[in-house]
């Protein structure tokens, strides 16, 4: 399992990335309804404003009644909630994911903000609802994430209960959520325990660190979901390997000097790993559209050619067609004159034929005379 501390010893960074990058980092803050990512949130704003470092807050639930941290730019001010519910006839989680797709036909106008606010603005916080779902399973949801990794420096952070994740399965179903979260996003990734104010997260490291350990607090509980737990435990061994988790206290601000080196840490793992990734894919696509043009332009080409061809061949077929007299076209001299006397074949053949009956009628009178000139 990775620490806040180790990545960035392993990056050899001079100064702090969130004083040396000229963008600023996006911070997308994901959790279950009540796992305290809003009052994680406000104190992280507070404690930032405190350093001088005064961070760009955006709000995306557009359901909450009230925020409780000074925001930049709120979704409440583009989408009412409740018009929404209203227009589209929709219940809690439709309305919020409908307001949410409303608001992403706009978020170019959020990303021209945060590109004015980039010389004065180190991090830019994102607050998501508290329905964790319809923000990372929605279309919105990536289009905000896609387009954000795309432009800045992007981490996701996933805040856990702690209190509640003192139960192996409790805890393995969190972590289940955030590798799923993990492989959808697939930006650096950062586990918050959040509430260590009330019980320390230690426990869930050595879990992460130790299977042996994981599996005796497994054991101490009876219930069905024992045994699969436990099965996931050795499938979640990788994850854990490349996970960075940190503690944080909502409540007292404990943990926050640790989180920011988590997010050092992250920046790095953006610009090493994620930022060659996605030039790599943009290259492909690029290739892709390519290959599909030429494809579409020799198509083309082909089409026309044998269009040209067959053009020609029926031009070349109309002319023999038309010089044809049975179609009406021209002629020759001999042809005028054959059309003169079109009753000429049929003459003949009548009048070779009367000849020969005459010269048969002749030659049988002849018999005749002969025949009567000879004696009795």
């Not at 996970?243 to 840490?265: H, M, W």
């Amino acid at each position: 399992m990775a620490t806040a501390e180790d990545p960035v010893k392993k990056a050899e960074i001079d100064q702090p990335l969130l004083e040396r990058h000229k963008k600023p980092v996006c911070l997308i803050v994901l959790g279950m309804a009540g796992s305290g990512k809003t009052t994680f949130v406000q104190q992280l704003t507070g404690l930032l404003h405190m350093k001088k470092k005064a961070p760009y807050v955006i709000n995306l639930d557009p359901a909450c009644r009230e925020v409780p941290y000074p925001v930049n730019i709120d979704i409440r001010d583009t989408v009412n909630y409740k018009e929404v519910m209203k227009q589209y006839s929709l219940g809690p989680n439709g309305g919020i994911v409908t307001s949410l797709n409303l608001f992403a036909t706009k978020f170019d106008q959020v990303i021209k903000l945060i590109q004015k606010k980039s010389e004065n603005t180190e991090i830019a916080i994102f607050d998501t609802p508290g329905q964790i779902e319809v923000f990372t399973w929605s279309a919105s949801g990536s289009i905000i994430s896609e387009t954000l990794g795309a432009l800045f420096p992007t981490v996701v952070v996933y805040v856990i209960d702690t209190v509640r994740s003192v139960s192996p399965v409790t805890f393995m179903s969190n972590m289940l959520y955030a590798c799923s979260i993990l492989y959808k996003l697939r930006l650096p990734f950062i586990i918050v325990m959040n509430k260590i104010d009330v019980v320390s997260h230690k426990f869930a490291l050595e879990w992460m660190k130790d299977f042996e350990m994981f599996e005796e607090a497994v054991e101490r509980d009876k219930s069905h979901h024992a045994n699969l737990s436990r099965s996931l435990s050795l499938t979640l061994d990788e994850f854990y390997k490349d996970i960075t988790t940190v503690g944080f206290s909502a409540v007292t601000g404990e943990g926050f000097e640790e989180f920011l080196a988590a997010v050092d840490a992250a920046v790095v793992e953006y610009e090493t790993e994620y930022c060659p990734e996605h030039d790599r894919l943009l290259k492909l696509q690029a290739e892709a559209r390519t290959k599909d043009k030429d494809r579409q332009k020799k198509k083309f080409q082909h089409d026309f050619d044998n269009d040209v061809q067959a053009q020609s061949v029926s031009s070349a077929t109309s002319e023999i067609l038309l010089r044809n007299r049975a179609i009406g076209g021209e002629s020759s001299s001999d042809d005028e004159e054959h059309e003169g006397r079109p009753g000429d074949d049929d003459d003949e053949e009548d009048r070779v034929g009367q000849k020969s009956f005459h010269n048969f009628l002749e030659e049988q009178k002849k018999k005749q005379q002969s025949k009567s000139n000879k004696p009795s």
